[in-house]
């Protein structure tokens, strides 16, 4: 709550005037968002790292799918997580008095945004297995995401563009740019077929890494050792 009001005192302070309307709706969205990613990525990987520090990770692989253990502490986090924004947000906008609007549409690229970094956060619980220490490496994956989706994307060329179509997360941010920024006529592709793949492309290959982590970690006989 602290950072959020923050955010918009220090938009306040460097502009001169409140921000309402769009810049205030993608603020909103944006934070929400990246709130959102970071706490499934991360919940994802330090909840293994937790498992093989108490030695109760073994027990996992006995009694259940460690992948569908995985997957549902992914999605409960995203609900919980969901709840706790979305009470923080309702309060500092009363207490500060302004509204925003949202566009329905955004629901597509965030849904899309969302499950692509369950696949992000199979990758991170891949890693995790193997390595079992991943503290400094979630504080690099964060800066790296970053530095990824602030890349101006729209504004370069063709190939940047092409590129920019597999990039985690990319076509999602885009396009929810496009929505926050007023009314905007979003093509069928940015709205659903670009996000789309770009999840499916994400969800897939963090889940085939996952595996692939897993079966070296059982051929060697390593699930719960440092």
Same mark, same amino acid.
């Given at each position: 709550?602290?950072?959020?009001? &923050?955010?918009?005192?220090?938009?306040?302070?460097?502009?001169?005037?409140?921000?309402?309307?769009?810049? @205030?709706? +993608?603020? %909103?969205?944006?934070?929400?968002? *990246?709130?959102?990613?970071? $706490?499934?990525?991360? /919940?994802?990987?330090?909840?293994?790292?937790? /498992?093989?520090?108490?030695?109760?990770? /073994?027990?996992?692989?006995?009694?259940?799918?460690?992948?569908?253990?995985?997957?549902? $502490?992914?999605?409960?986090?995203?609900?919980?997580?969901?709840?706790?924004?979305?009470?923080?947000?309702?309060? =500092?906008?009363?207490?500060?008095?302004?509204? =925003?609007? @949202?566009?329905? $549409? /955004?629901?597509?690229?965030?849904?899309?945004? @969302?499950? +692509?970094?369950?696949?992000?956060?199979? +990758?991170?619980?891949?890693?995790?297995?193997?390595?079992? !220490?991943?503290?400094?490496?979630?504080?690099?994956?964060?800066?790296?995401?970053?530095?990824?989706? @602030?890349?101006?994307?729209?504004?370069? &060329?063709?190939?940047?563009?092409?590129?920019?179509?597999?990039?985690?997360?990319?076509?999602? %941010?885009? %396009?929810?740019?496009?929505?926050?920024?007023?009314?905007?006529?979003?093509?069928?592709?940015?709205?659903?077929?670009?996000?789309?793949?770009?999840?499916?492309? *994400?969800?897939?290959?963090?889940?085939? +890494?996952?595996?692939?982590?897993?079966?070296?970690?059982?051929? !060697?006989?390593?699930?719960?050792?440092?």
């Amino acid at each position: 709550m602290a950072i959020f009001y &923050g955010m918009i005192g220090g938009s306040y302070l460097a502009s001169g005037s409140p921000i309402l309307g769009s810049n @205030l709706n +993608a603020l %909103v969205v944006g934070y929400s968002l *990246w709130i959102l990613i970071q $706490r499934t990525i991360d /919940e994802m990987g330090l909840s293994i790292s937790q /498992e093989a520090n108490n030695g109760t990770l /073994e027990q996992i692989y006995i009694s259940n799918s460690i992948s569908k253990v995985l997957f549902a $502490r992914g999605v409960v986090n995203m609900i919980f997580s969901s709840i706790f924004i979305l009470v923080t947000v309702a309060v =500092i906008l009363f207490f500060t008095g302004h509204q =925003i609007v @949202l566009d329905p $549409r /955004e629901i597509i690229p965030i849904a899309c945004a @969302l499950f +692509a970094s369950l696949g992000l956060g199979y +990758a991170v619980a891949g890693i995790t297995i193997y390595a079992k !220490r991943i503290d400094n490496l979630l504080q690099i994956i964060q800066y790296l995401f970053l530095a990824l989706l @602030l890349i101006p994307y729209d504004n370069a &060329g063709i190939y940047l563009r092409i590129v920019s179509y597999f990039v985690p997360l990319a076509p999602m %941010v885009s %396009v929810l740019k496009q929505l926050t920024n007023g009314p905007a006529m979003v093509s069928y592709n940015d709205l659903l077929v670009l996000p789309l793949i770009n999840a499916l492309f *994400w969800f897939v290959l963090g889940y085939l +890494a996952f595996n692939f982590c897993n079966i070296q970690v059982q051929k !060697r006989g390593t699930i719960g050792h440092y």
